[in-house]
């Protein structure tokens, strides 16, 4: 006898079974699993549909020890299979002759063999009954209702794979055909096919209920529910993965382009501009890097101009983060031309490809002031 204590743990034991079946199928228990099988148990396996080994081998993600987050592993996906069965891989069955042209004879006769067919599904010979039925349906090859009864002694005989071949001529003959959906529909549901099997039930239910459709949609739905949910985390989670590599990516080609502007400025350097694409360039490089920008417009006649441009070479140097340019009107007069400049020397100051100062003649002071200015506003 075992004590009240004992009968209290294995309660909380089977409870826990209850909730979580897979528990089951830890190594641990191998013992207590094999003994449940022993007293005719059924314990349900943890399956993959091939649908889920198909979206598996889509979406596997490559390794990359710098980005292991990204990585996605698939769980299993529990189902109830108890029900299902192997599959029949016997040759296929023999097909009636659609383009034969078929009599009122032929229509009676196989009528007489469906007649045979039935009365032997009463005495459960099934494989009479096929029999019977193949002959009507050579004798009436286009007759849906024969195919669709051969499929459902094919279902009663576990012969899934036999029974949606005839379930398919049903339909092929009479795509409204609620027995051949209903027949097609169980047989998926008898190789685990749960959401083609839900999907055939649901037409036949529409187009004829009866109560066994009921029942077979009560054992299909849940599993076809798991592996639709089970689908849509992983789409939603590949999803997420797709986004953050894309914002990744997008990072990097920031960080690369971030970089190449800056190997374009030379820090701490006055830069020589001779043309407008060379001045649009170096824009484009200090508006990327966020740099503050400042352009000096001399000339080689100019007295004022050699006056400052020492002083403009020594705070380049002290401003290394400043991107300091220097053009020659003379040199480069299409850029003084765009930029409206009437007399020398003249600095100008942009920010983010935009003029936000302006200092025109020989003054040190200002020159300097507005440098430190600029440089601590952002």
């Known amino acids: ?24 199928h830890d190594p641990s228990l ?10 005719g148990a059924q314990v349900p396996k943890i399956v993959k549909t ?53 009599t009122d004879e032929d229509r009676d006769a196989a009528q007489s063999e469906k007649s045979k067919a039935m009365d032997a599904i009463s005495q459960g010979k099934f494989d009479e009954a096929i029999e019977y039925l193949t002959k009507a349906i050579m004798l009436n090859p286009t007759s849906a209702i024969l195919y669709a009864t051969r499929a459902t002694v094919f279902l009663t005989v576990k012969k899934p794979n036999a029974a949606i071949r005839d379930a398919d001529m049903a339909l092929q003959f009479n795509p409204d055909s609620a027995k051949g959906y209903k027949a097609r529909g169980m047989a998926r549901a008898m190789l685990g096919q749960w959401e083609e099997a839900a999907a055939d039930l649901h037409v036949a239910s529409k187009l004829d209920y009866d109560e066994e459709i009921g029942s077979a949609l009560k054992k299909v739905e849940p599993n076809a529910k798991r592996i639709e949910e089970h689908r849509r985390k992983y789409q939603r989670l590949r999803k997420e993965k797709e986004l953050r590599r894309a914002e990744r990516e997008r990072r990097e080609q920031q960080e690369a382009q971030e970089r190449e502007a800056l190997s374009a400025l030379k820090d701490g350097q006055v830069i020589s501009i001779h043309s407008t694409s060379e001045l649009e360039a170096k824009t484009k490089a200090a508006k990327k890097a966020s740099r503050l920008l400042i ?37 480069a007069n299409d850029v003084a031309a765009a930029w409206n400049i009437s007399s020398v020397p003249t600095f100008c100051f942009i920010r983010d490809g935009k003029q936000v100062d302006k200092v025109v003649g020989a003054d040190k002071g200002s020159l300097e002031k507005k440098i430190a200015q600029h440089c601590s506003s952002k």
């Not at 006898?1 to 089951?24: I, Y």
């Not at 191998?30 to 007293?39: A, G, P, V």
Request: negative net charge; contains cysteine; glycine residues 2%.
């Open 30 to 39: 191998t013992f207590f699993k094999d003994y449940l099988r022993s007293l």
């Open 50 to 102: 091939e649908r889920d080994y198909e979206d598996t081998a889509e979406t596997k993600p490559s390794f990359s020890p710098n980005h292991d987050d990204d990585e996605i592993t698939e769980s299993d996906v529990e189902l109830d299979d108890s029900d299902v069965v192997e599959p029949d891989n016997e040759p296929p069955q023999q097909m009636g002759d659609a383009t034969a042209e078929v």
């Open 1 to 24: 006898m075992m004590d009240a204590n004992q009968v209290a743990e294995l309660r909380r034991f089977v409870e826990q079974l209850k909730l979580n079946p897979s528990l089951l």
């Open 295 to 331: 352009m000096y417009f001399t000339a080689t006649w100019c007295g004022p101009c050699r006056y400052m441009s020492p002083l403009y070479t020594t705070l380049a140097t002290q401003h290394p983060r400043v991107v300091f340019l220097k053009v020659d009107i003379d040199q």
